[in-house]
């Protein structure tokens, strides 16, 4: 039997009255005609759709399968389910995870003020259209998905903040993009954060991103690097979980085999979830010492999903290895390794307690935002405001507004007067 966890309507919580939450990791999922309804006709057979398969719907690309609908925990009547794998179909999750008139009413039950919000089935950067699409198509769908997106958010302009997608696999087309995103009145962008792992593609330390960082500098958009946007689509499952550790080495990318038995089942993403969180850590180091942050100072870059309690470490190792190891240069760069980070860096918090009771000072105050990964399987539904008022109870006001607010306010440039 599945278990669920039941609405309930949020009463601010007295460490928070006076502060209008903001919650900086949430998800659009996308209706399966989302790319079909503004394809003309030469490619409506060709974009990403959704296909009923027996008692599923999975995302199609032409005739090939792109994947199920990506695992949601909050289903239809507001309940949480614990077992993801029930919800198999689009008609089976909470309208509020599509609906923009939904999702206000939600976040007024909720306590929450404004969010921002991120792909689902285009990938956490893109990453779904991969090698496997022809790049006039895959480009066309990032497009697209920004037209969507913006016609979405203009139902509630002041509450949701959609991050728009570039096509990262080509530099000239994603500095294109990014100008055309200020346009649509969008207010950031959702990266891969790893483009170099499409063949062909330069890392970000490369000189041939110049453009694009140039353009992002001048329009204030700031980067967003969401754990798993670097995941090609079409590459096989990560090698999170040993697949030793499923009954008869099932593969744990196989849903209808690992439904088969039970809590195990889960056991992949389990995993994956703290091994996953983890993965921005190379791209942030990189960052730090690319140089980047010399030439572009006005850059703003956001860890989302990767939690807070392992900076205080990053920084202390990043600090020591910069003193131990760079010569009387200093491998050309102006500042240390933890003014790179205060300046541009800033990451998210959820489920944790300890980050937030001890750590603050340490990461930096204006370094930290809040989030609740809304509607995926580690969101803190129902309750996140409850939860986050908890935890910084103890903190001074200021503190406690500045994670919970005037942080986002300030880098998506949120009106919360």
């Known amino acids: ?75 239809k009547g507001r309940e949480k389910r614990h077992d993801v794998f029930t919800m198999e179909r689009f008609l089976d999750i909470e309208p509020a995870s599509y609906e923009p008139k939904a999702r206000v009413q939600l976040m007024d039950d909720m306590g929450v003020h404004a969010q921002i919000v991120y792909p689902n089935a285009a990938g956490f950067g893109g990453n779904t259209f991969g090698a496997q699409m022809p790049e006039d198509l895959r480009t066309w769908c990032v497009t697209t998905y920004n037209d969507a997106v913006a016609e979405w958010a203009s139902a509630a302009p002041d ?43 330069p890392d970000y330390g490369s000189r041939e991103w110049d453009p694009f960082w140039e353009v992002c500098s001048e329009l204030e958009l700031p980067i967003s690097f969401h754990v798993g946007s670097g995941i090609m689509v079409g590459e096989g499952a990560p090698d999170y979980a040993w697949h030793s550790l499923l009954p008869q080495g099932i593969d744990p990318s196989d849903r209808k085999a690992i439904q088969k038995i039970g809590d195990r089942g889960m056991l992949p993403t389990v995993i994956a979830n703290p091994s996953g969180a983890l993965e921005n850590v190379k791209t942030i180091s990189n960052l730090i010492f690319s140089g980047i942050l010399d030439r572009y100072p006005k850059l703003q870059f956001f860890s989302v999903e990767s939690g807070i309690g392992w900076v205080p470490f990053f920084l202390e190792y990043a600090e020591y290895s910069f003193d131990e190891m760079a010569g009387p240069q200093h491998f050309g760069l102006q ?21 937030p009771s001890k750590a603050v000072e340490d990461i930096g105050v204006k370094n930290i935002l809040f989030e609740s990964d809304f509607p995926h399987p580690v969101c803190l539904y129902p309750t996140p405001v409850a939860r986050a008022g908890e935890v910084l109870a103890d903190q001074p006001y200021e503190v406690r507004k500045r994670i919970m607010e005037t942080n986002a306010a300030e880098m998506w440039k949120i009106p919360v007067d």
Not at 26 to 40: I, K
Not at 338 to 347: A, G, P, W
């Open 1 to 75: 039997m599945t278990a669920v966890t039941s609405f309930e309507r949020t009463v601010m919580p007295e460490s928070l009255q006076g502060i209008k939450v903001i919650d900086c990791d949430t998800h659009f999922v996308e209706p399966g005609d989302l790319w079909t309804s503004r394809a003309p006709a030469r490619l409506k057979d060709r974009v990403p759709h959704l296909v009923r398969v027996g008692d599923a719907d999975q995302w199609f690309l032409e005739d090939k399968p792109l994947g199920e609908i990506s695992v949601m925990c909050v289903g």
């Open 159 to 201: 509450r949701l903040f959609p991050q728009a997608l570039v096509p990262f696999w080509d530099v000239n087309a994603a500095t294109k993009e990014a100008q055309r995103i200020a346009e649509l009145g969008l207010s950031g962008i959702a990266a891969s954060n790893s483009p170099h792992s499409f063949p062909g593609t």
């Open 335 to 355: 500042r240390r390794p933890t003014e790179y980070f205060r300046d541009h860096i800033h990451v998210s918090w959820w489920f944790e307690k300890f980050g």
